[in-house]
DNA sequence: TATATTCCCTCTAGTAGCTATAGGTTCAAG
DNA sequence: CTTGAACCTATAGCTACTAGAGGGAATATA
């Protein structure tokens, strides 16, 4: 089979723009072209870019896409560090988690006084204003 | 007290450039100058810079501070507004941190096969072009 | 074959929220 | 009065796209 980027994109989910913003950061590679310069894929760059858009999905960044297919064309190379890049990621995600939670705690308390009247007495305001009131360890 | 903006962002661990660029952005007012055309802020100016700062670490965009400086310079307006919008970052906030976990959820199963051999049968690499063999709903 | 519609092409610029650099001026201390 | 740190403006860069202009290509129908 031989898909258009339209196709490709109706496929994967990943918007046309987007696909050919991936060939110019090396992650699709260039495919052929038709005679009139449209770009023709494979079922190999179908699987590409499904490849990326999940990695994508999961937050991984460019950089760490290109790495991981760079690594995915050597097959004689070690596991490992596949592992360690999606590993560090894990680590990431897990800090971003705990942090998001601390904002959580502190915007429902913020959000939770009673805010009926003018802004002059408004606690939303005075909170953010005052940072001694929270628990200040957030940041 | 007058300070220069090197000892407001000493006090408030907002970096020079960032300062500037909250007064072309209009959260910060632009302040009175020296003769030699150096910025020359007031007590107003530290407390204004806190409350964005801590409005940022909240994750607050810079459109949703803006409109909180503005509510706070109109004290006779309701506070109604003020709360709505912490509440809708709220709500944000807890949408992007059920997500993460989604992911978290999968990077962990990803990580977590055998990854001692090559790249050719590499777990990471093999989940992460197969869409079908994860949980499927993140994204 | 003509035409209409839909698709595709490249290139440029815009988004958020900064950060960094270049090239020059001012301030404060000694 | 000189030195060195701090400051100024303006511009460009970062991530990961997205949108638009202005045009060519592919395809379906008449």
């Known amino acids: 089979m031989i898909y258009s980027i339209g196709e490709l994109a109706r496929r994967t989910g990943v918007k046309i723009p987007t696909i050919r913003y991936y060939e110019q950061m090396g992650l699709m590679e260039p495919p052929e072209r038709s005679s009139g310069n449209q770009r023709r ?13 999940h990695a ?13 297919v760079d690594l995915s064309q050597r ?6 560090e596949a592992h360690q890049i999606a590993a560090r990621h894990l680590e990431n995600l897990q800090a971003r988690i705990a942090k ?40």
């Not at 894929?41 to 858009?53: D, N, P, W």
């Not at 097959?75 to 490992?80: D, G, K, Q």
């Not at 308390?109 to 606690?123: F, N």
């Open 100 to 139: 998001l939670k601390k904002l959580e705690k502190e915007l429902k308390r913020i959000t939770g006084g009673s805010d009926t009247g003018q802004v002059g007495a408004c606690h939303v305001i005075r909170a953010l204003a005052d940072h001694s009131l929270c628990d200040g360890d957030h940041g």
């Open 75 to 80: 097959p004689e190379r070690p596991c490992h």
């Open 56 to 68: 994508r999905q999961l937050g991984l960044s460019i950089e760490d896409i290109r790495e991981l």
């Open 41 to 53: 894929y494979t079922q190999h760059g179908l699987e590409r870019l499904s490849f990326i858009r």
